[in-house]
Structures are given as structure tokens and as C-alpha cells.
């Protein structure tokens, strides 16, 4: 079956349209495990200063760990959904990086599960958020519907429970990847870090440049892996990176850039033969061995 290309509309009301996200992933039972490890101190382990936690600090909790859990949110009036899930023995007085995962287009009402499982491979070291878009893809429009509802997310998420803002995290699959590569533009001085699989765009005028790790399959008939390759560019450009890759990774295919500014690595994911499906098994614990192994933003 042949699947339409997505076509991005920068600027205009609703900038991702005609998109369906089959996503043909492992499911939201697939991962490594719940070994992951994160410091929980917060801060760069070098003396640097440490940025605070957020208002959630302190704050107990009544949820139940280890599950999506749904919670209404009010966005200039109108009624939004988002969905956080807490790690085992969660502790409000330690600051956990947070990852707000952002989905693919679907049509299903509980769209937001169409997402890389990152937090199969996080453990009990991180705070997890899924999104779900107003329509069934996301309108990146910086002025849209979309960018307002995440901005209101993260102001609730993060007054509720304990979250490190020096190592929040953006992840993105399709849809949502071109959702997670504006974010990083307009919102780079929020984000530490970026990684999506199949869908990027680049930007201009950033707030400021953010890590970033990109997947895309050079066979995708749904989205091109030229709007990753562009997303990659600039990210490149924003982080002073060399223009060729030097390094390979512990992950084959990636590799990584030369030259990137401290702290603000480039790593670049191409696959073959996959289309567009989400590849959970490559993806998910590529997200999380990139994202916490970044060192803390400083102040």
C-alpha cells in the first residue's frame, strides 16, 4: 500500500497535515529494562552550580507509579489531556530529568500511545509525559493550539512533581518529531535535549541550541528523510558542529559529529529498510543512552 507523503506547511494555522503514522514498532512493551542510571543529584558533577528544581519539589504524590496516568489540563479554556508516568519508589525530594514524548499522527483516541517507549529503558530515573495533540498530528505553528498546550504542560507537570529543569528532555516520533524540532528552536533555552525518529524541521531565531540525536530510515515512503537531514543541518549550525561525522557510537548506525560546542552533541541515526515504522527495539534505548548521558544545563 502506498502511504501519502506528509507535507509540512510552515506558517500557516495547523503546519502538519496529511500524515498517517502506522507506526509498526515493538509496542509499549519493548526496551531494556529498568536498570538505566541517572545520578539523582541534579547537578554537572564538576562543581558547576546547580540549577533548582521546580515547585513540584516537596510535593507528595498520590499516583500510582509505573503507569500512564491521565490528568485534565486547561489551555485558555479549552479542555486537554496529557498523560505522566512516575518511576518506581518515586521521591519528591529528588529532582528527576523529565521526558515529554510527543506522538505520531493517528486517528485513535488514545493517540498518545503511537510513541517510542523510552521509558521502558529509563527505569526508576526519570519522569515521563506523553502529549496529545489537539487534532490527530501536531500543529507546530508557534502560534498554534499545539505549542500553547505544551508550554501549559509543562508549567502543570512540573508544579506538581519533582523535575530537574537542567535535564528536560524532548522525544518525538513522525508527527511529533517535527513537534519536538520546533520545540527546540522556539523552546532550546528550556530543553537540554532532543531525539525523534522520522520527522525533523529546522529552525530559525532560536531561543537556543539543545542536543540533538536523530533516527530515520532512508527507504520511508511517509515522511522523507530529507526533513530529518534539515533538522540535522541545523542543529548542526546551531551547535557549531563539523559538517561530516567522525565518530561511530556504541549504536550502530549512529554516528556522531566533531566539532559540536560542550555539552550540545550531534548524533545522526540512518537505517534501511524499516519505512516508517517507529523501530522501539533500535529507538527507545538509543533515546534514553543519549538523553542521560548529557551533562546538566548549568544556570
Known amino acids: 500500500m502506498h502511504l501519502p507523503t506528509c507535507a509540512l506547511l510552515l506558517g500557516s494555522a495547523v503546519a502538519l497535515l496529511g500524515c498517517s503514522d502506522a507506526g509498526g514498532g515493538a509496542g509499549d512493551d519493548g526496551g531494556v529494562g529498568d536498570d538505566g542510571g541517572v545520578a539523582d543529584d541534579g547537578g554537572s558533577g564538576d562543581g558547576a552550580a546547580v540549577v533548582p528544581g521546580t515547585p513540584g519539589c516537596g510535593q507528595p504524590s498520590a499516583i500510582a507509579t509505573r503507569a500512564w496516568v491521565s490528568t485534565p489540563l486547561d489551555v485558555g479554556g479549552s479542555p486537554r489531556t496529557y498523560f505522566v508516568r512516575l518511576p518506581d519508589g518515586y521521591d519528591p525530594a529528588r529532582r528527576y530529568p523529565i521526558v515529554y514524548q510527543l506522538h505520531g499522527c493517528s486517528s485513535a483516541p488514545a493517540r498518545e500511545n503511537n510513541n517510542v517507549p523510552v521509558e521502558n529503558a529509563s527505569g526508576t ?10 487534532a490527530d498530528c501536531w500543529d507546530t505553528a508557534v502560534a498554534g493550539v499545539d505549542v500553547a498546550y ?27 518529531s517535527f513537534m519536538a524540532h520546533r520545540l527546540a528552536c522556539i523552546r532550546g533555552d528550556l530543553l537540554r535535549g532532543v531525539a525523534t525518529i522520522a520527522g525533523g524541521q529546522g529552525g530559525s531565531s532560536c531561543a537556543g541550541p539543545v542536543a540533538a540525536l536523530l533516527i530515520h530510515d532512508a527507504d520511508d515512503t511517509t515522511v522523507n528523510i ?25 549504536h550502530p548506525p549512529c554516528v556522531a559529529y566533531g566539532g559540536c560546542a560542550a555539552g550540545l552533541p550531534v548524533v545522526w541515526c540512518q537505517t534501511a529498510g524499516q519505512n516508517h515504522a517507529r523501530q522501539d527495539a533500535l529507538a527507545a534505548p538509543i533515546f534514553w543512552d543519549f538523553l542521560s548521558t548529557l551533562p546538566a544545563r548549568t544556570p
Do not use: K
Open 226 to 250: 530529507s526533513a530529518s537531514q534539515q533538522a540535522r543541518d541545523n542543529h548542526l549550525m546551531r551547535n557549531t558542529c563539523a559538517a561530516s561525522p567522525t565518530t561511530p557510537t556504541d
Open 125 to 134: 530515573d526519570a519522569i515521563h509525559v506523553r502529549g496529545r495533540a489537539a
Open 150 to 176: 505544551f508550554d501549559a504542560m509543562r508549567t502543570a507537570v512540573e508544579a506538581q512533581w519533582c523535575v530537574d529543569p537542567a535535564r528536560r528532555f524532548v522525544t518525538g516520533y513522525s508527527s511529533g
